[in-house]
């Protein structure tokens, strides 16, 4: 911990941090933890899910509207269930496989990284 000190006039605190190495406030160093592969596997899951969740909003979005849009132009009657079987659902199974991939792809490389810089650190300290 570093030192903090000083009385002021009339007995008035003033108080002054004097500056800190880094090597004298070890509690202030983070410590690397080692990465664990649960969560890896959790966040990339969560993340996967959350942008499909998205893009099956957005799809569904724009195909309720363009269907009637359409309808509105041709006539007709509306079915909005095109809108989730041939717009909507694709498109979102479409997403959840990119996502994946990709939160999997980056998870990976930070899970290394991490795995990488612990070594690092604990051979550093001994």
Same mark, same amino acid.
Request: glycine share 2%; aromatic share 6%; hydrophobic share 55%.
């Given at each position: 911990m570093c030192p903090v000190s000083g009385k002021g006039l009339a007995g008035a605190a003033i108080f002054s941090v004097t500056p800190c190495r880094l090597s004298e406030s070890n509690d202030y160093v983070k410590r690397a933890r080692?990465?664990?592969?649960?969560? @890896?596997?959790?966040?990339?899951?969560?993340?996967s899910v959350l942008i499909t969740l998205l893009a099956f909003a957005v799809s569904l979005f724009f195909g309720i509207t363009g269907i009637v849009l359409a309808d509105m132009i041709h006539g007709g009657?509306?079915? @909005?269930?095109?809108?989730?079987?041939?717009?909507? @659902?694709?498109?979102?199974?479409?997403?959840?496989?990119?996502?994946?991939v990709a939160?999997?792809?980056?998870?990976?490389?930070?899970?290394?990284?991490?795995?990488?810089?612990?070594?690092?650190?604990?051979q550093r300290a001994a």
């Open positions: 080692k990465p664990s592969i649960a969560l @890896l596997l959790v966040r990339v899951v969560v993340i009657g509306i079915n @909005l269930a095109h809108a989730y079987r041939n717009i909507a @659902l694709p498109i979102a199974l479409v997403t959840l496989l990119i996502a994946f939160s999997l792809t980056v998870e990976i490389r930070q899970y290394r990284r991490a795995r990488a810089s612990v070594t690092a650190e604990s």
